[in-house]
């Protein structure tokens, strides 16, 4: 039976990516497996600058100033990463979501941070607006899509000063002016590849600007120097990351997956919205395009609805315990023919009901 994955990460790749990687893993190189080759051999030194000229051009970033590196440690590790790098004084952070919270939480090991907005006492179903970021704060973050809430980004701040972006689970996924973020990263994990790597761009003239020592594993200008490969990259995740890419390039780029991405939004929330056994969790306008969440209103319906998602392939829409509910994640690789399977689901519930 055909699973319609709607996992939240890690998640759904597209079957001929699955398909050249795992023949990679079987012969990469006149034979030889991809997972036991020297990193540094040509072949891989290939992959990874192909990897990263893929990110720039795919950003439209492409001689602007910026360079792509491809880290361990998840996004996770950028939280600290971003404030050793960047943080003298204070930054200001816009709390929208649980990995926004723990962003902060991070850097503020190193110095001191503002919290510019936080829509926590709302246990963050909306995005924070109408804020200002003081002129002398070192840096701006912000979460675009907040995986685990259901709520995005659609705008962002005129930053004074340098803006960093988390963008682990809607990279790739829409249209925007990238120029105007100096720092972004995202865990491969929800719209890149496989779990294992971490995809960093950074306008290289924010670095070298705070005083204090920075272990070279931490150090972005190490890294950059080195080409990504201060020491042994994730190469398997670099590499399906590479082919996801590469997918994604030769779909038509962001433009083209943006459209579908609309369309797949658009479909669920109208059910949301029509299907009286539903609600939608985000406010309206904050709604995101990756992570869709809801709940039912009659809790009585649920080993019904899960049942008959279940016989229906469906798979992954639990929501997560600080929401409850459901979400359904709807990342670049999920088809259109996913998100309709799941709505006929809803509207089958309500025929039933
Ligand atoms: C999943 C996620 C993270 C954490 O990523 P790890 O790679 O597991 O450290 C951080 N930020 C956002 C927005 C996420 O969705």
């Known amino acids: 039976m055909k699973k319609h994955n709607f996992s939240a990460g890690p998640c759904v790749l597209p079957k001929s990516v699955m398909e050249q990687a795992a023949a990679a ?84 090991i190193y110095d001191d941070i503002y919290e510019v907005g936080s829509s926590k006492a709302a246990n963050f179903n909306y995005i924070p607006k109408g804020y200002d970021i003081p002129e002398d704060y070192d840096y701006f973050h912000c979460t675009s899509n907040n995986t685990i809430f259901g709520t995005q980004m659609k705008s962002f701040p005129n930053s004074p000063v340098p803006m960093v972006c988390d963008m682990s689970s809607d990279i790739f996924s829409r249209q925007l002016d990238f120029s105007q973020f100096d720092l972004i990263y995202a865990g491969a994990q929800k719209n890149m590849g496989p779990a294992g790597t971490t995809l960093v761009v950074i306008k290289e003239d924010i670095l070298g600007k705070v005083s204090r020592k ?125 998100v309709k399977a799941l709505v006929e689901i809803m509207s089958d519930l309500e025929s039933k009901a």
């Not at 893929?54 to 792509?68: C, D, I, N, T, V």
């Not at 600290?80 to 816009?94: C, F, I």
């Open 214 to 338: 920075i272990p070279s594993m931490m150090d972005y200008k190490v890294h950059i120097g080195k080409g990504s490969m201060f020491n042994t990259p994730p190469v398997f995740a670099v590499y399906v990351s590479m082919l996801t890419m590469q997918w994604l390039k030769d779909l038509g780029g962001i433009k083209a997956i943006e459209e579908i991405n609309e369309k797949k939004a658009s479909l669920i929330y109208s059910e949301i919205d029509l299907n009286p056994l539903f609600k939608g969790y985000a406010v309206k306008e904050d709604r995101s395009n990756m992570n869709a969440t809801f709940t039912l209103e009659n809790e009585n319906l649920k080993e019904t609805f899960d049942a008959m998602c279940l016989e229906a392939g469906i798979n992954g829409i639990n929501g997560h315990r600080s929401v409850g509910g459901y979400r359904a994640s709807m990342y670049n690789a999920l088809s259109l023919d996913s």
């Open 25 to 108: 893993v079987l012969n990469f190189d006149e034979g030889l497996s991809l997972l036991e080759i020297s990193h540094r051999s040509k072949p891989f030194v290939d992959v990874m600058e192909n990897a990263r000229s893929l990110a720039l051009e795919l950003l439209g970033l492409e001689g602007k100033g910026y360079k792509a590196l491809f880290l361990q440690g998840g996004a996770s590790t950028q939280f600290l990463m971003v404030a050793l790098n960047l943080l003298e004084k204070r930054a200001g952070y816009l709390n929208s979501g649980t990995w926004a919270d723990k962003s902060i939480k991070e850097a503020k």
